[in-house]
């Protein structure tokens, strides 16, 4: 079955660099969730859209930005890069289901993002 | 303030063993939980999800409990395997659609 695809799987970025994270959801799926793993801790949760319109927002920095296209992948634009933001970058998607409740998450592989 | 807490932070048992990690939580109001599996550097695999109204879940050799009203849920393993070895995550939704991570139990299947 179809997963959740995350590019690139590893990047490499300087301080005070930009980075865009991919994500693309399961077919059919309309929510997209990002989350943001440090080392040894839980997964923090960033924004969320739902039929590309923003539905939450998390701890999201003002240095980053995100965006659902209308083939409903998203992209995680992160600017002024800075050494705390090396982590892994889940995205999870889901659908509404006809009962009006959220389906559960599915998540993506992760983008491991290292900041030099 | 909603909170996961999750016991225990790890656990060492004995490959063919069966064992019980648990999970309480203080979220509302409560949607649903689900149990997530986490190998080291990937992305976390769902493994069950309950809803208010359902008590038990398996799912192969996984099997999961919730009891609504002490806020408790449970998942069992049996017969673990030495691929059984990760992290197991607890997450519970409310009704904003709003995920409360617990913090992991540290899973190591030894042979």
């Known amino acids: 079955a179809a997963g959740v695809i995350q590019s690139p799987r590893h990047l490499i970025k300087e301080k005070r660099e930009t980075a865009t994270l991919k994500c693309y959801p399961i077919?059919?799926?309309?929510?997209v969730y990002w989350y943001q793993q440090g080392p040894g801790q839980d997964p923090q949760f960033l924004i969320s859209?739902?039929?590309?319109?923003?539905?939450d927002k998390g701890s999201i920095p003002d240095r980053f930005s995100a965006q659902q296209f209308s083939d409903y992948h998203s992209e995680l634009n992160m600017s002024s890069l800075e050494l705390g933001d090396s982590a892994l970058y889940f995205c999870?998607?889901?659908?509404?289901?006809?009962?009006?409740?959220?389906?559960?998450?599915?998540f993506g592989p992760g983008t491991r993002l290292t900041v030099l | 303030k909603n909170q996961v807490e999750q016991s225990p932070q790890s656990l060492i048992i004995l490959e063919g063993k069966n064992c019980t990690l648990q999970?309480?939580?203080?979220?509302?109001?409560?949607?649903?939980l689900r149990w997530y599996k986490q190998d080291t550097g990937r992305g976390p695999v769902s493994l069950t999800i309950?809803?208010?109204?359902?008590n038990t879940k398996s799912n192969g050799r996984y099997t999961a409990t919730l009891d609504a009203d002490t806020k408790q849920s449970s998942l069992h393993i049996t017969a673990s395997q030495l691929s059984d070895s990760a992290s197991y995550i607890c997450?519970?939704?409310?009704?904003?659609?709003?995920?409360?991570f617990g913090s992991g139990t540290q899973l190591t299947v030894l042979p």
């Open positions: 999870a998607s889901s659908f509404l289901g006809v009962s009006g409740v959220w389906n559960e998450q599915f």
């Open positions: 077919p059919r799926h309309d929510t």
């Open positions: 859209f739902y039929e590309k319109m923003q539905s």
């Open positions: 999970c309480n939580y203080t979220v509302s109001p409560f949607s649903n």
């Open positions: 309950m809803t208010f109204s359902e």
């Open positions: 997450v519970v939704s409310n009704s904003a659609r709003q995920l409360t």
